[in-house]
């Protein structure tokens, strides 16, 4: 293994045993202390640990070891292997962790700060483990497995389906009104994975039109020192040929690049997108499973 991958897998179980530990404290903490159950097989089990009193970790690891077992070929060593820790150390951690419930019973706000709190922290910990290049296993590694299989669902057709399902029966488990806060718990989650996920990857895609391409190119070229790329394009109005200028960069280079386009051609039509993840060079490495 060379050095570079060396460091980058250093850096990937850096972040899933942080994850896991943030994980394990959010569901111990606020999640599961005050009967919140955000979806998920975690969700499930907290449901079936209400009814039967067994432990929450090890039911969550019986309903997963399936799913790896079944997803085993497709995962890839090195990723399957990330997953597989992060699923059994959160499991193992949820059962075990001494940590008490840190919001009073008595607080009038307890179910709120708890979905909150629990929907942020939790959400921090599953968005450093999938940005460690790993999984939990759980609604998602299901969903993946079915569609492989069922072409017409789509993943998110089924996540959507698993959660809400486990959300609907906490109403009858629990009660209406931590089911209601369980789905307030489940949006901050998705949000907080998607920030860490792509919020911090993310940039700017500009489409510029204009008569002086070659002109902004070389400046974007020389004075941001980023990379332009040319499109062949025709105005269908007018039938004249124009280039068009791709370029993705930062959010905080847009006002440079805004000014150079205006510097060059005050007439130039921008259109301006918001990217997700960029991949490649001046910008985060490809992924490595």
Known sequence: ???????????????????????AAAYKMFIIPNEIAPGGFTGLAQL?????????GLLTLAMNAPLFALSARSLGLRFGARSLFASVALSVL?????????????????????????GVAGGAGFGLIIHGNATTGG????????????????????MFAVDGLVIVASAFVFDVVSALFALICTFLMS?????????????????IISGESERIAQR?????????????GRGMYSGQDRQVLLCVISRLESPQLRAIVSDCDPTAFIIATNVHEVLGEGFRPMYRR
């Not at 079936?48 to 929450?56: D, E, F, K, S, V």
């Not at 307890?110 to 979905?115: E, V």
């Not at 609604?139 to 089924?158: E, F, N, W, Y």
Request: charged share 20%; glycine share 6%; proline share 4%.
């Open 220 to 232: 974007v070229m020389s004075e941001m020192e980023r990379g332009i790329t040319g499109l062949d």
């Open 139 to 158: 609604s998602d590694m299901l969903a993946k497995l079915v569609t492989s299989r069922v072409h017409a669902m789509s993943i998110g057709m089924i």
């Open 94 to 118: 949820i059962d075990i962790l001494p940590l008490p419930s840190v919001i009073p019973a008595e607080a009038a706000e307890r179910l709120l700060l708890a979905s909150v709190f629990g």
């Open 1 to 23: 293994m060379d050095s570079k991958l060396l460091r980058t897998e250093i850096k990937n179980w850096l972040q899933i045993i942080m994850g896991v530990l943030l994980c």
């Open 48 to 56: 079936i640990n209400h009814l039967t009193g067994w432990p929450i």
């Open 191 to 207: 949000k907080v994975i998607d920030f860490l996920v792509d919020g911090l990857n993310s940039a700017r895609a500009y489409f």
